[in-house]
Nanobody
Framework: VQLQASGGGLVQAGGSLRLSCAAS????????VGWYRQTPGKQRELVAY??????NYEDSVKGRFTISRDNAKDTVYLQMNSLKPEDTAVYYC?????????WGKGTLVTVSS
């Protein structure tokens, strides 16, 4: 499974970005797709994931971020609204398929105050 993440960039606080994670195969075949983020010196943390029709969010992004999927495009999105400087990180998408866990390259999100 290959994953291509995109959509990062520089945005002012309060702004929005949409990240995309394009999969190399049908996302129907994936058990779950998640977005993680990492800042220097810290562990990678789960931000949101989608599995079938269910979604789950880390507490600090609830109400601001939305994860969704476009089955026709084999792509999972992370819509990020009301961005805060503390959301600054490299964001990674991850897919689970059977016993496998697959990572895409990160995309940098920088939120200026």
């Amino acid at each position: 499974v290959q994953l291509q993440a995109s959509g990062g960039g520089l945005v002012q606080a309060g702004g929005s970005l949409r990240l995309s994670c394009a999969a190399s195969l049908s996302i129907f075949s994936l058990n779950a797709v998640g977005w993680y983020r990492q800042t220097p010196g810290k562990q990678r943390e789960l931000v949101a994931y989608i599995s079938g029709g269910s979604t789950n969010y880390e507490d600090s992004v609830k109400g601001r971020f939305t994860i969704s999927r476009d089955n026709a495009k084999d792509t999972v999105y992370l819509q990020m609204n009301s961005l805060k400087p503390e959301d600054t990180a490299v964001y990674y998408c991850n897919a689970r398929r059977g016993w496998g866990s697959y990572w895409g390259k990160g995309t940098l999100v920088t939120v200026s105050s």
